[in-house]
């Protein structure tokens, strides 16, 4: 019996404009659909936050937290966002030295957010506010303090990871034709970025 020959099979190429998606890559909508699902979580955090503080007998963040000092990590964390944003164009326009260069300088805002947290936390627990022991009797404001911005913290941190891995894939050019890899990161890192902002002003502002 004859079996007619079947044409090669065409694989579409990763920028191929999709029907439902666009230009949007596999990549980039798993990421969208891991954010999305992710800020549901901090959404959560918050409203509990915001629920049990509406309960009274709730102290004021300013008499316990250093909003000088946040305010810093914070900055540097909107920075880090301006030379994410500068990485991804120098990957885009294959000039490898300058990705390098920016993120570099991403990764560094980064471990220095880090660095400001830890130091905070440190500086917290020996003044006696640990998990459970902030004054005015009410614990509950250190155990969201830490529950939130701890969980925000291992973002932070994976994020540090997730882009020393892009770097070190980088400095053998593996993206100097193709920045979608960086791109997904990018959105990561600003995602982060954003949280914190929500994070900063529900926690340290109000």
Known sequence: MHVSQVGPIVHAPEGMVDREFGNATAGKVGMWVYLVTDAMTFGGLLIAYAYLRAGGNWPDPAHHLGIELSSLA????ICSSVSM?????ASSAGNRGAFIRWML???LGGVSFLGIQAYEYTHLVNHGLGFAHFHEGNNLFGSTFYAITGFHGLHVLSGVIYLT???LKGLKGRYDRDSSHVEIAGLFWHFVDLIWILVFTFIYLL
């Open 85 to 89: 944003v500068l990485a991804i164009s």
């Open 74 to 77: 914070t900055f540097i964390l």
């Open 105 to 107: 300088v991403t990764i």
């Open 165 to 167: 891995v892009i770097l």
